[in-house]
């Protein structure tokens, strides 16, 4: 009876192994491709962003995002890089920045997309050090 008893206990533990296992292998696998999708998606993100900053932005913040261009240091373009000037704007700000422009910095609502200004956003983001 003993044994019997020793043989299903240990039965259920190799069975409880394996269903942890099988399941941890699942959330692993799952966390590791979802990430990979969405990195992919924010870099492809970025590279739009890339593009449209360069047509629209850099004359006056420079392709370094420092604002040392001509223009931008007739304008006081703000140096983009900064990180901490960058913490102290959210993205909801930006984007009305962007789209309702301030200062002397123009609007962009009727040149940009939604999705162009999100992806500029995303871009301007990564400047910053
Ligand atoms: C004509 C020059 C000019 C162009 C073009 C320009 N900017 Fe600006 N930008 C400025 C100036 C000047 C300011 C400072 C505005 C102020 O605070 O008075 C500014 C401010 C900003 C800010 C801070 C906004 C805030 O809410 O404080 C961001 C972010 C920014 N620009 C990003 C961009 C992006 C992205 C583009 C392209 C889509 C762009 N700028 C195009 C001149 C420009």
């Known amino acids: ?30 966390a590791a491709g979802g990430g990979g999708v969405e990195r992919k998606n924010s870099q492809q993100l970025v590279e739009k962003g890339r593009a449209v900053y360069v047509a629209n932005c850099a004359r006056c913040h420079g392709g370094d995002g420092l604002g040392q261009t001509r223009v931008g240091e007739m304008v006081e373009a ?27 910095m123009p609007a962009f609502s009727k040149k940009l997309s939604r999705d162009e200004v999100a992806a500029v956003i995303a871009y301007v983001r990564t400047l910053k050090n």
């Open 1 to 30: 009876m003993d044994k019997l008893r020793g043989f299903v206990f240990r039965v259920g533990v190799a069975l409880c192994l394996g269903y942890m296992a099988g399941t941890l292998s699942g959330v692993v696998s799952r």
């Open 78 to 104: 703000p140096n983009l890089t900064n990180a901490r000037w960058q913490a102290r704007r959210s993205d909801s700000r930006i984007k009305g920045s962007i789209a309702r422009g301030r200062g002397q």
